[in-house]
Every structure is written in structure tokens, then in C-alpha cells.
């Protein structure tokens, strides 16, 4: 039998969280899959979840073993904290970038207002939603179109 050091759990527990956060969220929440696109922001975020998601391991590993890893929080929290910075301040994210985690996040919103559209008995909601639709791919296509032109 394998015994995994508390180094080794929580890399693997930070590298699959953040797997899941920046691939898998996307493909279950997006329209459809061409619209997932790989952005800086969308990394910065998903180190945000990865890094929360082990300090949460690391808390309840220190709390079953009474013992307190400060080195760990202190790398984890720097993690966390880098990140949340890296991304209020759009760090490395030039147009191009900024283009595809737009695309991507309205194409978030598109699958929700459709099945408000089809479930919601409220006129005034439905009109909303189309209208909301409407604009939503109405961006996405520019969107689209600006990531191809060379000189954005």
C-alpha cells in the first residue's frame, strides 16, 4: 500500500480542482463547446478555486492531526491572494484575451436564459431574456470576429 505525503494529497487535490474548475465548469455551463476558450482570466480564477479548495484540505488535515502547517497557508494564501490581484488588475490579459473570456461567459448565460425562455410563464421575463439573447450573440459574433482580425 501507497502512503501519500500531506505535500503529495495536496498537490494533487489543488491540481484536479483546478482542472475541473477551468475544463470541466466550462464545457457543463457553455451553449455549446465552441465557445470554451482557454483565457488567462479564467486561469487566474481557477487557481483561486484550487487554491481555496486545498487550504480547506489542509484545514481539516491540521484539525485530524492537531497539527498546524503555517509554511502550507502561507504558500496557499500568497497563491490565492496573487491570483485574486492578478486578476482585479488583468494582469497579462491584453485584447485577445479579454476577448475569449467574454465569449466564454456570455455563452455561460445563453444555456439559462433558454430555458427561461421555454419554462418561465412571465411575458415580461421571456421578452427580457429574448432581448438578452439577441444582444448575447449579437456580441459573441463580434467577439469572434475581432479574435480573428490580426490587428487587435
Not at 32 to 50: H, L, P, Q, R, W
Not at 91 to 103: C, E, N, S
Not at 139 to 146: D, E, F, G, I, V
Amino acid at each position: 500500500m501507497v502512503l501519500l505525503s500531506l505535500y503529495q494529497i495536496l498537490a494533487i487535490i489543488f491540481t484536479i480542482t483546478f482542472i475541473i474548475n477551468y475544463y470541466v465548469v466550462s464545457y457543463v455551463t457553455c451553449d455549446t463547446t465552441e465557445n470554451v476558450t482557454d483565457s488567462v482570466g479564467k486561469m487566474y480564477i481557477s487557481f483561486v478555486v484550487a487554491g481555496l479548495v486545498t487550504l480547506v484540505e489542509l484545514a481539516i488535515n491540521d484539525f485530524s492531526t492537531n497539527v498546524t502547517n503555517w509554511a502550507l497557508y502561507f504558500m496557499l494564501f500568497l497563491v490565492v491572494g496573487a491570483s485574486i490581484m492578478m486578476y482585479r488588475t488583468q494582469t497579462f490579459i491584453d485584447g485577445k484575451q479579454y476577448l475569449r473570456f467574454v465569449l466564454e461567459n456570455d455563452s455561460k448565460c445563453l444555456l439559462p436564459t433558454l430555458k427561461t425562455i421555454e419554462n418561465s410563464d412571465s411575458k415580461r421575463l421571456t421578452d427580457f431574456a429574448r432581448t438578452y439573447m439577441k444582444q448575447s450573440k449579437s456580441n459573441m459574433t463580434y467577439s469572434k470576429n475581432l479574435m480573428a482580425d490580426p490587428n487587435v
